[in-house]
Nanobody, 115 residues
């Protein structure tokens, strides 16, 4: 089993930066890909970014060039660096770990972009 706990959310002004963290515990070797999703009020959950064990990363068009996903060497923490944030980035951000038939989720952290 794997446990995921997000942190780092909060209130940030438009144009500012924020770094989210996802602490991974348990048998993290089960995870081959780590992903970030977000859900804004009244909207469906949407995919934001993915990083694989090979270091390859992919991003939604809405965050490409502004957000960066990374991990530490042991895959104990997954990061989402958010730069040049916009009000439309306001959402609850969720960490997801995927490996084979295993699909793990954190409980989310709130990010609010407002002046």
């Amino acid at each position: 089993q794997v446990q995921l706990v997000e942190s780092g959310g909060g209130l940030v002004q438009p144009g500012g930066s924020l770094r989210l963290s996802c602490a991974c515990s348990g048998n993290v070797r089960l995870i081959n890909h780590a992903r970030w999703y977000r859900q804004a009020p009244g909207k469906e959950r949407e995919w934001v970014a993915t990083i694989g064990r090979d270091g390859g990363a992919a991003y939604a068009d809405s965050v490409l060039g502004r957000f960066t996903v990374s991990t530490d060497n042991a895959w104990k923490t997954v990061y989402l660096q958010m730069n040049s944030v916009k009000p439309e980035d306001t959402a609850v951000y969720y960490c997801n770990g995927l490996g084979g038939a295993n699909d793990y989720w954190g409980r989310g952290t709130q990010v609010t972009v407002a002046s």
